[in-house]
């Protein structure tokens, strides 16, 4: 497989959504999310499992209790096995299931909850794992301008500025990510927020939007979901603190919203990627995959 291959305008240090928020001189506009692998056309099917009731009895089979596994689809196994890879990465990571498992033993380091570290694995997937991107020099979905400063605002320790993000280890991506969330989150709580959520996906879903179109973003595109789904139910200020957090939180925790929730968000992500420079059709397949509940 090949990926997208989205490029980036604005050079090495910023995201896409940096023109969008008119913020040139830092904060959203430096944000990590490369996503150059976004365009990887692998497996169609959104889940590994059938139905809920079969994710659930997976995680049963492995240890886990209904309550446990969020009553959807199994967390990760007592045994410290890593979720599943995405169904739609499955194809780009045959014969690295090493680099997936070695990923999620890392985010064991960080001091990460389960929720979180079951987001960052979707992200790194999403991202393609440890793999450069082949027409700069992000990987991971770790962009040069991102890691440089967070290092620079002491957020990351251990790492030299100006480190390419190629030559990361294992441990320092995890060690990104979880930086990196706490700062985009920092208002709800930092990276931790996502351990209060009610299942995986809706952990993961939160953290692939944050992580592809930033907290600003990714916080026009719940509001705009959420008032689809609800309307009224919060203002549009594209701004995510709290109420975004907890409306998101409401709607995906609520059987009789979630769905619809699910999937207007993943039409209002592939609405906003489609203003960005450098958006291809890998960008709706990763919106979609994350539109199922499961």
């Keep these: 497989s090949r990926n997208e291959g989205r490029r980036n305008p604005y050079g090495l240090s910023d995201d896409f959504t940096g023109a969008r928020d008119g913020n040139a001189q830092g904060g959203e506009y430096r944000v990590a999310e490369a996503g150059r692998y976004a365009g990887t056309m692998n497996d169609a099917s959104p889940t590994p499992y059938t139905t809920s009731k079969d994710a659930a009895a997976a995680g049963e089979q492995n240890g886990q209790t209904k309550s446990q596994t969020g009553a959807n689809t199994p967390q990760s196994p007592a045994n410290g096995a890593p979720p599943p890879i995405p169904a739609n990465k499955t194809d780009l990571f045959k014969g690295r299931e090493k680099e997936w498992n070695d990923f999620y033993s ?6 990460s909850g389960p929720l979180e570290r079951d987001a960052y694995m979707a992200v ?8 450069k991107d082949q027409e700069g020099s992000a990987a991971s979905g770790i962009t040069q301008g991102t890691l440089d400063d967070l290092i620079k605002r002491g957020k990351l320790s251990g790492i030299q500025a100006g480190t390419p993000p190629s030559s990361l280890t294992v441990d320092q991506r995890a060690q990104f990510y979880k930086a990196y969330f706490d700062e985009k989150l ?5 990276s ?19 992580y592809r179109q930033g907290h600003r973003g990714a916080a026009e595109s719940i509001q705009k979901a959420a008032n ?11 701004r995510f603190g709290p109420q975004t957090f907890e ?5 995906a925790s609520d059987p009789k919203t979630r769905d619809r929730f699910y999937q207007a968000l993943a039409e209002e992500r592939w609405n906003y990627v489609q203003n960005l420079p450098g958006h ?13 509940w499961r």
Excluded: C, W
């Design 247 to 251: 409306a998101y939180k409401a709607l």
């Design 186 to 190: 920092h208002s709800v709580g930092g």
């Design 228 to 238: 689809r789904v609800k309307p009224g139910a919060i203002s549009l200020d594209m």
């Design 280 to 292: 291809g059709p890998g960008d709706k397949l990763r919106a979609d995959y994350f539109r199922n």
């Design 192 to 210: 931790k927020a996502l351990n209060g959520l009610p299942d995986r996906h809706s952990a993961q879903t939160l953290a692939d939007t944050v």
């Design 124 to 131: 790194f997937g999403q991202e393609g794992g440890m793999q």
């Design 106 to 111: 890392a985010t064991g380091k960080t001091g």
